[in-house]
């Protein structure tokens, strides 16, 4: 792990606790936390996001939401339906190419980590908005730098969206609960 990471990752636990409270539905929030960092790192550097990371992270939902029913005696159903529509919406869109079967396997991570209807809608409107905004961010220098078709042809890696949209739908939770007047 690189000396930056750590403090990502404990600020990211952080906002997972405080956002999900000490509840089964915070694991899966927690090894999210824990692979955030080299997630991000990767994706950015190489394009991928590493089976060896985020499929673990699925066995750990799926384990979650078992314990979640258990305790809770409900069936948890906002985090599985979340898990299968992110992924079933992504591996549509990848058809057409630009989404890989990693940004899939992290939509399905992090459905999985979204206990609530709430974070569950937000987590993929925000990466799709933050992914639109940095899309266009490197079409426009593209373009004013006289490069408007190589910019068209460039390659995002949607992976650290997806995270960052996680990550405010979690500050979301913490800020609206505050204001609420919620310890």
């Not at 994706?43 to 590493?50: A, I, M, T």
């Not at 058809?95 to 396997?105: E, H």
Request: charged share 10%; hydrophobic share 60%; net charge positive.
């Amino acid at each position: 792990m690189l000396r930056w990471q750590i403090p990502v990752t404990l600020a990211l636990a952080c906002l997972a606790i405080a956002a999900l409270g000490l509840t089964p539905a915070a694991i899966p929030a927690l090894y999210l936390a824990a692979v955030t960092p080299e997630l991000v790192r990767v994706d950015l550097r190489e394009h991928r996001l590493p089976n060896r990371m985020v499929v673990p992270g699925l066995a750990v939902g799926v384990a979650a939401a078992a314990l979640s029913w258990v305790v809770s005696g409900e069936p948890p159903l906002v985090p599985l339906v979340a898990a299968l529509a992110t992924a079933a919406l992504l591996a549509i869109l990848g058809l057409g190419g630009g989404i890989g079967m990693g940004d899939v396997k992290l939509a399905a991570l992090i459905g999985l980590a979204s206990p609530t209807i709430a974070i569950a809608l937000t987590s993929p409107i925000a990466a799709f908005l933050l992914g639109g905004v940095a899309a266009s961010i490197v079409l426009l220098r593209g373009v004013l730098a006289g490069r408007g078709r190589e910019a068209r042809r460039a390659h995002l890696a949607f992976g650290p969206y997806l995270l960052a949209g996680y990550v405010v739908a979690l500050a979301l939770v913490v800020l609206s609960s505050r204001a609420a007047g919620i310890p």
